[in-house]
Nanobody
Framework: QVQLVESGGGLVQAGGSLRLSCVAS????????MGWFRQAPGKEREFVAT???????SYADSVKGRFTISRDNAKNTVILQMNSLKPEDTAVYYC???????????????????WGQGTQVTVSS
């Protein structure tokens, strides 16, 4: 099993920045590919960013150029740096991990069996 704990959410004005962290633990976690997803009220959970074991990344078009995903394997931590935030970025942000046997990243939430509890990000206009 893998446990994921997110932190760093909060309230920020449009144009501001936030840094989300996700710490992974568990017997079966060993640098698994990771992802960030978000869910706004009344909407489906959507892909935001993902990173492979080797550090390859992919972003949703809506956040490309504003968000950056990175990882520190020594600390079992994945970071989502969010800049130039917009009101439409308001959502609960979830960290997710792919299985230990995986190497590549994925933009599909069905390929992530492990999820954190989520952290709220609110961007005011």
């Amino acid at each position: 099993q893998v446990q994921l704990v997110e932190s760093g959410g909060g309230l920020v004005q449009a144009g501001g920045s936030l840094r989300l962290s996700c710490v992974a633990s568990g017997r079966t976690f060993n640098g698994n590919p990771m992802g960030w997803f978000r869910q706004a009220p009344g909407k489906e959970r959507e892909f935001v960013a993902t990173i492979s074991r080797s550090g390859s990344v992919s972003y949703a078009d809506s956040v490309k150029g504003r968000f950056t995903i990175s990882r520190d394997n020594a600390k079992n931590t994945v970071i989502l740096q969010m800049n130039s935030l917009k009101p439409e970025d308001t959502a609960v942000y979830y960290c997710a991990a792919r299985p230990d046997s995986s190497f590549s990243y994925s933009t599909y939430r069905s390929q992530y069996p492990y999820w954190g509890q989520g952290t709220q990000v609110t961007v005011s206009s």
